[in-house]
Antibody
Framework: EVQLVESGGGLVKPGGSLRLSCAASGFTFSNAWMSWVRQAPGKGLEWVGRIKSKTDGGTTDYAAPVKGRFTISRDDSKNTLYLQMNSLKTEDTAVYYC????????????????WGQGTLVTVSS | SYVLTQPPSVSVAPGKTARITCGGNNIGSKSVHWYQQKPGQAPVLVIYYDSDRPSGIPERFSGSNSGNTATLTISRVEAGDEADYYCQVWDSSSDHPGVFGTGTKVTVL
């Protein structure tokens, strides 16, 4: 059974930093592309970024609102995905979900297969 | 960036059919995926590649995609189908490639 368990959320002041973790189990993590998706309170889903498997280059892509402030990384030895968030803004307040990513064969296109339960990040003074 | 537009809400009686649209420029040329999110829960994939269903998703859920509109259809609606539904595409030409629709609240009357 695929399990994704996020942790590391909490209250942080504007301009501060936070690192989220996502512990994965039930599948071969090192082969998986992974992503972060967030949801502000009472709002819709917003894609944050993704990381490919190392065999596919291990490259990252980010949404425009977080590019240059957020960094996605992975530790395949620990089956763990990370989201380092710097220079946080009040508009980054959201539940952050870790997801597995399925790439459409032969393209860069993808969708989000399994989701964790999310961790809440609140940016407020 | 690419925009996906959904109706804010759809109401349907039990046993009837709900249709949720997702509008986007030439969306028929892209693969569309759909997610269901119940209150307080994480989203669940219900349709991928326009019309394929993951294992465990009832046959009552189906999808189509053509022209400027993709549609998620829920047949024989049940009370347990009440949820928010989001469409999603990947727009490789954009600086914001992962795109979700605005979301539709389905209410079972």
């Amino acid at each position: 059974e695929v399990q994704l368990v996020e942790s590391g959320g909490g209250l942080v002041k504007p301009g501060g930093s936070l690192r989220l973790s996502c512990a994965a189990s039930g599948f071969t993590f090192s082969n998986a592309w992974m992503s972060w998706v967030r949801q502000a309170p009472g709002k819709g889903l917003e894609w944050v970024g993704r990381i490919k498997s190392k065999t596919d280059g291990g490259t990252t892509d980010y949404a425009a609102p977080v590019k240059g402030r957020f960094t996605i990384s992975r530790d395949d030895s620990k089956n763990t995905l990370y989201l380092q968030m710097n220079s946080l803004k009040t508009e980054d307040t959201a539940v952050y979900y870790c997801t597995t990513v399925i790439a459409v064969a032969g393209t860069e296109s993808c969708y989000f297969d399994y989701w964790g339960q999310g961790t809440l990040v609140t940016v407020s003074s | 960036s690419y925009v996906l537009t959904q109706p804010p809400s759809v109401s349907v009686a039990p046993g009837k059919t709900a249709r949720i649209t997702c509008g986007g420029n030439n969306i028929g040329s892209k693969s569309v995926h759909w997610y269901q999110q119940k209150p307080g829960q994480a989203p669940v994939l219900v349709i991928y590649y326009d019309s394929d269903r993951p294992s465990g998703i009832p046959e009552r859920f189906s999808g189509s995609n053509s022209g400027n509109t993709a549609t998620l259809t829920i047949s024989r609606v049940e009370a347990g189908d009440e949820a928010d539904y989001y469409c999603q595409v990947w727009d490789s030409s954009s600086d914001h490639p992962g795109v979700f629709g605005t979301g539709t609240k389905v209410t079972v009357l």
